[in-house]
Structure formats: C-alpha cells, structure tokens
C-alpha cells in the first residue's frame, strides 16, 4: 500500500471527527466573530468593573495574587529576566528596563511592570531600586497594585528605608487598602520598631476585624504574635493592649498570644492584667491561653483556681493536665500532683508523659523513697502503651529510672516499644553524648536484636570515653555476629589514630579489606587528618593511596588538606593541595572558599589568592551569605593590598543586609590600616560606635589595629590620641592592648612612658608576657642600649614565669645586627638553638643583615643555608631581598642575579625593593643590558631573557608593578651612567604601553638632552 494510500484512508475513517470541528469552527466564528483575546481598552466599562477607580484608575484595593503574564507584557518580563540571569549591575537593570518599556505599548508601562513583579520569582535588591529609578526618570506614577508589589519586595529584601519612603507616597496619593497597612506594619515588627508598629494597629481594623473569630488565619496569627512579642520586648504590652482594646480588636486569640507570650516571659504582672481584661471583656479564653495562666500563675493555688475553671468549661485537654503537671514541678505541689494524676486521660501525649514522669524526679512531690520506683510504677500504669519513639526526653526518664531501683523488666519493655532499631540508637547515643557510658551499656543490652547501628553507636561512645578494651571487646563481638559495617571499623580506626597508634590502625584496615568492606572516603580522612599536621610525604603517601582506591577526595578531604598548608609548606604541596581542590566534583562552599584563603594568605601565595578572588568577582564564584566569609574576602582583598577589593566587599555585605560580626569588622579595619589608611580604620570604628545595633562590636583588640597602623607611622601623637579615646569610651584592655602601646613607645623613642604603662597593666590585674618583654628589648635595642636589653634576656631567662621565644631573641639579633655586633650574635644564635626555640624566616633576614653590616656576605648564605636545611624553612622575599642586598652591597652583582633567579625559580614573587637593589646594582655595574632585561621581567614586556621567567610572565612582576620613579631613575641610569642612550629609548617606548604605569612625557627629551651633555657620550 502506498503512502498516498494510507493517507486517504486516515481521512476517511476520521471524517466524522473532521465535520464536527468544522461545524463548530464556523459557529464559534458566527457568534465571536468580531471579539478578540485582547485587554479591554482603557476606560472600558469591563475595565470600570472589574477595577474600581480611585484616584489613578486602576485597582484601589490589589490583593497579592500570581496572575499569569498576559501576551502584551511577555516579552518584557522574558528580556528583563533573562538579564537578571547574568546578574548585571544596577545601573544595567535600569537601563534594560527602560529600554524594554519603551517598546511596550503606550500607557501599558504601569501594567508591565506589574507583571514583571507577578511572575513569582523573588526580586533582588538592585531590581526594586532600578524600577523606582525609571518610575523617577519617565516620570510614571505608579498604581496602588503597583506600590503593593513594590512595598512587598522592599519587605523581603529587607529595604526599609526604601519601604518607608514607597508607603508615604502611597498614603499621600490615596487612602492605603487593608493590605498595604498589614505590609506597614509587619515592616515595623521586622524592623523592631515597636513604636511605628504600635501606631500601625488603628489603620488595621477592618483587615484585623475580618479575622475576628475563633480560628484566625494563620498569617493574622502569627502577625498578632509578632507584634506582642515586640511588644513586650520594649515593655510596652500595657500600650498595645489599649491600643487594640480601643480599636475594638481585642479577641479570644489575641489574649491568647498575650497570655502565652506573658507566661514564656514569667511576666505574672501583666498576664494577671491580661487575665483580668479578658473576663473585663467577656472574652472567653483558649485552650492555649488557659494553658499561660497556669504556667504564669504567682502560686500553686492560683495554678489550680485557673485549672478548676478550665476544667468547669468541659473535661480538661492534654494540654491543660500538662501545663498543671509543669506547675505542680515549679512549686512541688502535692496537691496539684495528684490532681494531675486525677484528670490523667487514657492515652496521653508523649510531652505530658514527661511532664509527669518529671514529678518523680528526687525532690518532685511523687518522688518515692526509693528512688526510680514511683516513675516506674507510672510508666506500667499509664505509659506503657504510649508511644515514646519520637520524645527521647521521655524515654531517658524511663530508662533513668528502671536503670536506678534495678527494673531491668520494665527497660526491655521501653525498649521493644521503640519501633526500630534507629530509636533504640539514638536512646543509646544520648546517655553516651551524657558520658553516662554505664547507661549506654545497659540500654544496649536491653536491645532484643543487636545491628551495626547499635553496635556502631555503643562503640563511639566507648571511644569517647576513653575505654578501648571494651571498644575492642565490642568490635570483636560484632565481628563474630556479622553486625559489622565500614563505619564500624571507621570508628575504631580513629580510636587508634588519637592515640597515635597508626600501626594498629592500618592493620584494621587490612581486616577490615579481608571482611570483604573497601576503605571509603572517610576512613583516609581520618588517616589524613592524622598526619595533616606533618604533611610532607606521609601525608601524600595517604592521598595517593586514597586514590589508587578510585576513591576522589571530597570536601571534607579538602579542608583537611588546606589545614595542612603553612607558611613552611613546600611550594609544590600547596600547589598539590590547590589542584585537589580545584578537581573536586562538589560545589564549593563558604567554608571550603574560606581555608582557600586563609590558606593562600599562611602560604603568602598572593597569586592564586588573586585568581580565586578574580572568580569570585567575577560572579561565577559562591553566593556568600555569612559574615565569616565575608571577612576571609576582606582580609584577602587587604592581604593583595587592593583596598578597591576591601571596600567593595564591604559594601556589598551592607547592601546584602548581612549583619557584621566583631570578628569581620575587626577584618575589615586590620586590612584597611595594613594598607596604609589608619585614619579610615578608625572612622569606620567611630561609625559603628554611633548606632546602637553595631556599637557591642567594638572592642580593644579592634582599636589595636589603628594603634598599629599609626604606630608603624610613627605618628605617636595620633597613638597616643586614640589612646586616651579608648580609655574615654572605658574599653576593656587586655595584654595585647598594653603590648601595642609599649610598641607604639619603643618605635616612637617614647621609651620613658613605658614605666607608667606598666604601673598601669598592674593596677587593671594584667600580668606582662613574654610579648611584652620582647618589646622592651626592642626599644632598648633601638634606643642603643644593647646591653640593657642583654640584661632583661637573663632575668627572662633566670624567671620561672617567662621563657624568651622567637620573637625575644630575633628582636636582640636585630639589636646586634644593627650595630655591627657579628660575634655576640652568632653566639645568641647558638644559645637560641640551645634553647630550643626554632628559627623562623624572620631569623634569616636578621642573620643576613647582621653578616651584611659585619662585611660577611659569605656567611650570610652560609647560616641561611645551613638553617634552612636544619629547620626545613623555605625562603621568603624577605630573605632573598637581603640576600640580594648583601651581594649588591659588596659589589658582587652576578651572584646577587643568581639569588634573583633562585627566588623566582622557588616561586617567591618579587617586591618593588628587589628590583631597586638589582637596578641599582646594574647602573653602578654598568650593566646596562641585565637592567633592560630586569626592567623587561618586572614590567611584564616581552623580551626578557627566559632566566628571568621560569614561573611565566606573572611571577616575575611585583605586586603593583613598577613605580614611575624607579623605571625613570633605571631608564635615566641606562642612557646616562651606562651610555646606552638608544637601549633606554627603546625600552622606553616599550613601556608607556605598560597598564598603570605613568611616566612623565617629557622623560625622552631628558633622557638625550642629558646624554649629550654626559662625560660617557664625549669619549
């Protein structure tokens, strides 16, 4: 058959069906002909009845309702939404908007934005703000609808500035509809405004009046609840309850919420008052609200006056027995015990259950002789067949209970009532979360069946408490039952591994391979986390393992390994541990965002800090929701020194509404005073000080960064100034405080106010450490009295209380370096080793300055070099740049380029000061090709000679790159004192195409002028 066959037969086996829809298409068009599915114009009287007019002829009363989008106005929310996915700026959304209005149809634009409003999705901050905006510049006003939508969003955002100015132009054009007076005042409750709430509550009326019965609704219940626990917060109830008994708003359920938040409070004054208007007002009360005036009732009579009036409206609820059985524990009440246990129902609550149980409890009015007996009669009497499995609480007054007079009967039958092994788990798991390991034991063994769950979880709680013999015990046991899992043996892998037991603990996993289980991810975990703190190979040798397992580290794998990186860490384990955590699957988070930089910043690797956080600006990094993680994005951006980065995350928290913590504003004015700003550190402290939200976040050790920050500017007046302003605002001073003041002292030349800062440490009961000694010494050394300084190292040393540590005896090798003293600082050296306290890179750079001004360079790579190899310390840029300093100083320029390329080969960046030195060192040299090449590298031009480039390009420029004065100082350097006037030139072209570096225009016409004029052109 053929095709044309086949379709003729579909037609005609369906041709019934074709002259019905036929019939009805023509008489669809017969009778609708002229009507189309578009809006009905403007002023239409279908518009006119469906949308009563008020002053703007649009809906005067809006209720918030998703309405589908309709065709006119689809392609403009569909343009705008999909702009919001590329998360534009402000400015862009506006500009889109704008833009798209302009193709809608004329005097739709309100109805176009209220349908972008109505899709559903929430709008962000910058969205509401750049639709006021172009509301602002079209000069369009806005519907009442319109102003709903807009009030709503700015309520979810959090935008109560913006919410505060959109409801008083609302209120101004027209009288507010019910439902942007509810919105008024539920952005009052948000904002803690009591007084604005309170003030809302006679504009609600008629909205609260509508939900005057008996069962409000559950938004108009949880409004009222909010605004009395506003309320009573700023002690203002009294007030409230007049205002809405003015308003004729006082109903059952609004005493109730009063009642029940009096009696949470303990408030007995105004839950009487309240209790006593309720009647005044013949309103009868809740279940729950009866329920308040028992738990806040003064005595144990007025508990049971308000129970027997209860109980005179009908036979008492779970509730009420239970509020009475709380009220009988508060005031050990026999008499409300028993009547507790008179009005007991058949089948009781779990939470009532508790709250009688608790009335045997020793010292409770049913507490028998014996103790445990009267709780366990209760149970068999009356709790026995309520189920418990969802109140632990109840189950452990049980269990207490039976494990106390010996009724093991009564133990097994609470525990077969549970209904599956997770239950009984987690009865065991709250004694062992107690350290009560003897009841974990005994609730174990009442269990009738015994799983991995139980054993797992009895097993932790052995491991906690330190008894590995019954941990092995129980191992052993659930090996032989075959109740074993992967966790099991997990767990008492980490037992080993505490204890430093890694033998045993690898053999466990062997056994644990040869019972058929595979090690998963957690169980190298734990064997990372074991040797994290060594690092190096052993730690790798797991990683590898792990791997060769086809097991990919997670992101717990990634935090441990990152705890790992320090400053000591070799370059290639932190660019190991970096790879790992680039190549895990899981989406980053906060935390893993936040050890990425603090591990960057320990490792000072300043370059992959600055591509992460490249990624994060650039919008495809985390979505950061708490302040801890913005204040790991400040510190980095101050750790780059980029204070643009700084302020930026500042401000977009505060434009977030995340609220800052001590511990992000104390990062935020460490990074902007570490970048040279200690005048804006302390404005923004003044700032948090002036509102009362934000003024408990300031403390000492915040204002210690501004003292810092001046200090090392040696603008002691300034110091001193903040000083006074601390102790004018009375902020609690600790030893760190004391300890930058003897700084600030000691680098200032102010050594004579430390006497009175000491007397003063003394009277705050503040003893001095070993921190402020050191910084004693350094001032002494300063003050070139070194012998002085030797003297307060013996007494550190003869003290039982102080022992000198790094930072004492670098701050007396300083002391020796500084006046050439090579021999008394070798031999501190030695006695620092003999005191076992481990050099640091800060010790190089001291040693190198100490043999540079003794005329030793030598042995400045020699005691650097042994050092390093003794300590397994890596090079900084500090020690390199002295290294290099001491080569240039003697002259000695190929081996200070040598040094040069180790640094760059070991991935330590250069600073500015490196290439000063080198410069320098070339133009005094006459080296005028190795200063282009230098100049080349550090600039980022093309041309440098590869030696200079082994980490790429990138690595080789200093952070900030160049400055002006020292590439017009080398270019002048070259064409002068070297004589290679067309090297300069060249270069010189090169680099105005450098990006932020500025060089004066006229430096060509210097450069030759002064050539010609220079003894090197003549000869």
Same mark, same amino acid.
């Given at each position: 058959?053929?095709?044309?066959?086949?379709?003729?037969?579909?037609?005609?086996?369906?041709?019934?069906?074709?002259?019905?829809?036929?019939?009805?298409?023509? +008489?669809?068009?017969?009778?609708?002909?002229?009507?189309?599915?578009?809006?009905?114009?403007?002023?239409? %009287?279908?518009?006119?009845?469906?949308?009563?007019?008020?002053?703007?002829?649009?809906?005067?009363?809006?209720? =918030?309702?998703?309405?589908?989008?309709?065709?006119?106005?689809?392609? +403009?929310?569909?343009?705008?939404?999909?702009?919001?996915?590329?998360?534009?700026?402000?400015?862009?959304?506006?500009?889109?908007?704008? /833009?798209?209005?302009?193709?809608?149809?004329?005097?739709?634009?309100?109805?176009?934005?209220?349908?972008?409003?109505?899709?559903?999705?929430?709008?962000?901050?910058?969205?509401?703000?750049?639709?006021?905006?172009?509301?602002?510049?079209?000069?369009?006003?806005?519907?009442?609808?319109?102003?709903?939508?807009?009030?709503?969003?700015?309520?979810?955002?959090?935008?109560?500035?913006?919410?505060?100015?959109?409801?008083?132009?609302?209120?101004?054009?027209?009288?507010?509809?019910?439902?942007?007076?509810?919105?008024?005042?539920?952005?009052?409750? =948000?904002?803690?405004?009591?007084?604005?709430?309170?003030?809302?509550?006679?504009?609600?009326?008629?909205?609260?009046?509508?939900?005057?019965?008996?069962?409000?609704?559950?938004?108009?219940?949880?409004?009222?609840?909010?605004?009395?626990?506003?309320? !009573?917060?700023?002690?203002?109830?009294?007030?409230?309850?007049?205002?809405?008994?003015?308003?004729?708003?006082?109903?059952?359920?609004?005493?109730?919420?009063?009642?029940?938040?009096?009696?949470?409070?303990?408030?007995?004054?105004?839950?009487?008052?309240?209790?006593?208007?309720?009647?005044?007002?013949?309103?009868?009360?809740?279940?729950?609200?009866?329920?308040?005036?028992?738990?806040?009732?003064?005595?144990?009579?007025?508990?049971?006056?308000?129970?027997?009036?209860?109980?005179?409206?009908?036979? *008492?609820?779970?509730?009420?027995?239970?509020?009475?059985?709380?009220?009988?524990?508060?005031?050990?009440?026999?008499?409300?015990?028993?009547?507790?246990? &008179?009005?007991?129902?058949?089948?009781?609550?779990?939470?009532?259950?508790?709250?009688?149980?608790?009335?045997?409890?020793?010292?409770?009015?049913?507490?028998?002789?014996?103790?445990?007996?009267?709780?366990?009669?209760?149970?068999? %009497?009356?709790?026995?067949?309520?189920?418990?499995?969802?109140?632990?609480?109840?189950?452990?007054?049980?269990?207490? !209970?039976?494990? &106390?007079?010996?009724?093991?009967?009564?133990?097994?039958?609470?525990?077969?009532?549970?209904?599956?092994?997770?239950?009984?788990?987690?009865?065991?798991?709250?004694?062992?979360?107690?350290?009560?390991?003897?009841?974990?034991?005994?609730?174990?063994?009442?269990? *009738?069946?015994?799983?991995?769950?139980?054993?797992?979880?009895?097993?932790?709680?052995?491991?906690?408490?330190?008894?590995?013999?019954?941990?092995?015990?129980?191992?052993?046991?659930?090996?032989?039952?075959?109740?074993?899992?992967?966790?099991?043996?997990?767990?008492?892998?980490?037992?080993?591994?505490?204890?430093?037991?890694?033998?045993?603990?690898?053999?466990?996993? =062997?056994?644990?391979?040869?019972?058929?289980?595979?090690?998963?991810?957690?169980?190298?975990?734990?064997?990372?986390?074991?040797?994290?703190?060594?690092?190096?190979?052993?730690?790798?040798?797991?990683?590898?393992?792990?791997?060769?397992?086809?097991?990919?580290?997670?992101?717990?794998?990634?935090?441990?390994?990152?705890?790992?990186?320090?400053?000591?860490?070799?370059?290639?384990?932190?660019?190991?541990?970096?790879?790992?955590?680039?190549?895990?699957?899981?989406?980053?988070?906060?935390?893993?965002?936040?050890?990425?930089?603090?591990?960057?910043?320990?490792?000072?690797?300043?370059?992959?800090?600055?591509?992460?956080?490249?990624?994060?600006?650039?919008?495809?990094?985390?979505?950061?929701?708490?302040?801890?993680?913005?204040?790991?994005?400040?510190?980095?951006?101050?750790?780059?020194?980029?204070?643009?980065?700084?302020?930026?995350?500042?401000?977009?928290? %505060?434009?977030?509404?995340?609220?800052?913590?001590?511990?992000?504003?104390?990062?935020?004015?460490?990074?902007?005073?570490?970048?040279?700003?200690?005048?804006?550190?302390?404005?923004?402290?003044?700032?948090?000080?002036?509102?009362?939200?934000?003024?408990?976040?300031?403390?000492?050790?915040?204002?210690?960064?501004?003292?810092?920050?001046?200090?090392?500017?040696?603008?002691?007046?300034?110091?001193?100034?903040?000083?006074?302003?601390?102790?004018?605002?009375?902020? =609690?001073?600790?030893?760190?405080?004391?300890?930058?003041?003897?700084?600030?002292?000691?680098?200032?030349?102010?050594?004579?106010?430390?006497?009175?800062?000491?007397?003063?440490?003394?009277?705050?009961?503040?003893?001095?450490?070993?921190?402020?000694?050191?910084?004693?010494?350094?001032?002494?050394?300063?003050?070139?009295?070194?012998? /002085?300084? +030797?003297?307060?190292?013996?007494?550190?040393?003869?003290?039982?209380?102080?022992?000198?540590?790094?930072?004492?005896?670098?701050?007396?090798?300083?002391?020796?370096?500084?006046?050439?003293?090579?021999?008394?600082?070798?031999?501190?050296?030695?006695?620092?080793?003999?005191?076992?306290?481990?050099?640091?890179?800060?010790?190089?750079?001291?040693?190198?300055?100490?043999?540079?001004?003794?005329?030793?360079?030598?042995?400045?790579?020699?005691?650097?070099?042994?050092?390093?190899?003794?300590?397994?310390?890596?090079?900084?840029?500090?020690?390199?740049?002295?290294?290099?300093?001491?080569?240039?100083?003697?002259?000695?320029?190929?081996?200070?380029?040598?040094?040069?390329?180790?640094?760059?080969?070991?991935?330590?960046?250069?600073?500015?000061?490196?290439?000063?030195?080198?410069?320098?060192?070339?133009?005094?040299?006459?080296?005028?090709?190795?200063?282009?090449?230098?100049?080349?590298?550090?600039?980022?031009?093309?041309?440098?000679?590869?030696?200079?480039?082994?980490?790429?390009?990138?690595?080789?420029?200093? %952070?900030?790159?160049?400055?002006?004065?020292?590439?017009?100082?080398?270019?002048?350097?070259?064409?002068?004192?070297?004589?290679?006037?067309?090297?300069?030139?060249?270069?010189?072209?090169?680099?105005?195409?450098?990006?932020?570096?500025?060089?004066?225009?006229?430096?060509?016409?210097?450069?030759?002028?002064?050539?010609?004029?220079?003894?090197?052109?003549?000869?």
């Amino acid at each position: 058959m053929s095709l044309i066959e086949v379709a003729v037969n579909a037609v005609f086996a369906s041709q019934t069906e074709i002259i019905v829809f036929v019939f009805a298409f023509c +008489f669809h068009s017969l009778i609708f002909g002229k009507h189309r599915f578009a809006p009905p114009a403007k002023g239409s %009287k279908v518009v006119e009845a469906l949308h009563p007019k008020g002053d703007s002829g649009r809906d005067a009363s809006p209720r =918030q309702t998703l309405q589908p989008v309709s065709g006119v106005h689809s392609s +403009f929310v569909r343009a705008v939404s999909s702009l919001l996915r590329l998360d534009p700026s402000q400015e862009g959304v506006r500009l889109e908007i704008s /833009k798209q209005l302009g193709l809608s149809a004329v005097g739709m634009e309100i109805e176009a934005l209220e349908a972008l409003l109505s899709t559903g999705k929430p709008m962000s901050a910058k969205v509401l703000t750049a639709i006021r905006g172009v509301l602002q510049t079209q000069g369009l006003q806005p519907s009442i609808r319109l102003y709903e939508l807009l009030l709503r969003g700015c309520l979810a955002t959090r935008l109560f500035d913006d919410f505060s100015e959109l409801l008083a132009e609302a209120e101004a054009r027209a009288s507010a509809p019910p439902s942007i007076k509810v919105l008024a005042l539920r952005a009052a409750v =948000q904002a803690s405004d009591c007084e604005a709430a309170v003030a809302c509550v006679p504009g609600l009326a008629s909205a609260l009046k509508s939900s005057n019965t008996a069962t409000p609704s559950t938004a108009d219940a949880h409004l009222v609840q909010q605004l009395v626990h506003l309320a !009573a917060d700023a002690d203002a109830l009294p007030r409230l309850l007049q205002e809405l008994c003015t308003c004729e708003l006082l109903n059952t359920w609004v005493f109730g919420a009063v009642l029940d938040e009096c009696s949470q409070r303990g408030d007995v004054e105004h839950l009487e008052q309240g209790v006593q208007l309720a009647r005044a007002q013949g309103a009868e009360l809740t279940s729950k609200a009866r329920c308040a005036s028992i738990r806040g009732a003064r005595n144990a009579a007025d508990a049971l006056s308000s129970f027997q009036d209860a109980v005179g409206q009908g036979p *008492p609820s779970d509730l009420l027995v239970q509020a009475l059985a709380e009220a009988a524990e508060r005031f050990c009440d026999g008499a409300l015990a028993h009547a507790v246990l &008179k009005y007991l129902p058949a089948n009781p609550v779990a939470a009532l259950a508790v709250a009688v149980l608790r009335l045997c409890l020793p010292g409770a009015p049913l507490a028998s002789k014996d103790e445990g007996v009267a709780a366990t009669q209760l149970y068999e %009497k009356h709790f026995a067949t309520v189920d418990l499995s969802q109140d632990v609480q109840a189950q452990r007054l049980v269990a207490d !209970a039976s494990i &106390k007079c010996g009724r093991t009967d009564v133990l097994e039958k609470l525990v077969r009532s549970l209904p599956d092994s997770t239950s009984r788990a987690a009865l065991v798991k709250s004694y062992a979360s107690d350290r009560r390991l003897d009841g974990a034991k005994r609730v174990f063994e009442a269990c *009738p069946e015994k799983d991995a769950c139980l054993y797992n979880v009895l097993l932790s709680a052995c491991t906690v408490g330190r008894d590995l013999a019954s941990a092995e015990k129980l191992l052993s046991h659930a090996s032989a039952t075959g109740a074993v899992d992967v966790a099991t043996y997990n767990t008492m892998i980490k037992a080993y591994l505490q204890l430093g037991d890694s033998r045993r603990a690898w053999a466990l996993v =062997q056994t644990m391979r040869s019972a058929g289980l595979a090690p998963n991810c957690v169980t190298f975990n734990e064997f990372i986390d074991a040797v994290a703190a060594k690092g190096g190979s052993a730690m790798w040798e797991v990683v590898d393992e792990m791997e060769a397992c086809g097991l990919k580290p997670n992101s717990i794998t990634c935090s441990i390994l990152l705890k790992s990186v320090q400053q000591r860490s070799q370059p290639r384990d932190i660019e190991r541990a970096l790879k790992i955590v680039e190549s895990v699957d899981v989406a980053m988070d906060e935390v893993l965002l936040s050890s990425i930089c603090e591990a960057c910043i320990r490792t000072n690797r300043s370059d992959l800090l600055a591509r992460h956080l490249e990624r994060q600006r650039s919008g495809k990094g985390v979505q950061v929701k708490a302040a801890h993680t913005y204040g790991s994005l400040i510190r980095s951006y101050g750790f780059l020194q980029d204070l643009d980065g700084v302020w930026a995350t500042w401000r977009e928290m %505060k434009v977030q509404r995340i609220a800052p913590t001590c511990i992000t504003l104390g990062c935020m004015v460490e990074a902007v005073t570490n970048n040279g700003e200690p005048e804006a550190g302390l404005q923004l402290i003044r700032q948090m000080l002036a509102h009362e939200e934000t003024c408990s976040l300031v403390n000492a050790v915040i204002y210690c960064s501004v003292l810092k920050g001046f200090s090392h500017r040696k603008c002691f007046d300034q110091v001193w100034a903040v000083h006074d302003e601390m102790r004018a605002k009375r902020m =609690q001073y600790s030893i760190v405080t004391y300890n930058a003041l003897i700084d600030a002292c000691a680098r200032s030349g102010e050594m004579s106010r430390v006497s009175p800062l000491l007397e003063q440490m003394s009277k705050d009961g503040i003893e001095p450490n070993v921190i402020t000694y050191s910084t004693v010494i350094k001032g002494y050394c300063q003050d070139n009295r070194i012998d /002085k300084a +030797f003297e307060v190292l013996e007494d550190m040393k003869r003290s039982a209380d102080f022992t000198p540590d790094e930072v004492t005896y670098n701050t007396l090798l300083d002391g020796c370096a500084r006046y050439g003293m090579f021999e008394r600082g070798l031999a501190l050296l030695r006695d620092m080793e003999g005191a076992r306290v481990m050099p640091s890179n800060f010790t190089l750079s001291v040693l190198v300055k100490l043999a540079n001004r003794s005329k030793r360079p030598d042995m400045a790579f020699e005691l650097c070099s042994e050092l390093a190899s003794k300590y397994n310390i890596r090079w900084n840029m500090h020690v390199y740049n002295n290294l290099v300093h001491a080569c240039t100083a003697h002259g000695n320029l190929p081996r200070a380029l040598e040094v040069f390329e180790q640094m760059l080969g070991e991935r330590v960046r250069p600073d500015v000061r490196t290439y000063t030195l080198l410069l320098r060192s070339c133009i005094s040299s006459r080296a005028a090709s190795e200063a282009v090449g230098l100049l080349r590298a550090g600039a980022g031009l093309g041309g440098a000679p590869s030696r200079f480039l082994p980490c790429g390009s990138a690595g080789a420029q200093p %952070k900030g790159g160049l400055t002006s004065e020292l590439v017009t100082e080398a270019l002048e350097g070259i064409a002068i004192s070297c004589g290679k006037e067309d090297l300069a030139l060249g270069l010189l072209q090169d680099l105005k195409g450098v990006r932020g570096l500025k060089l004066d225009g006229r430096l060509p016409m210097r450069l030759a002028a002064r050539a010609i004029r220079s003894p090197s052109s003549k000869q």
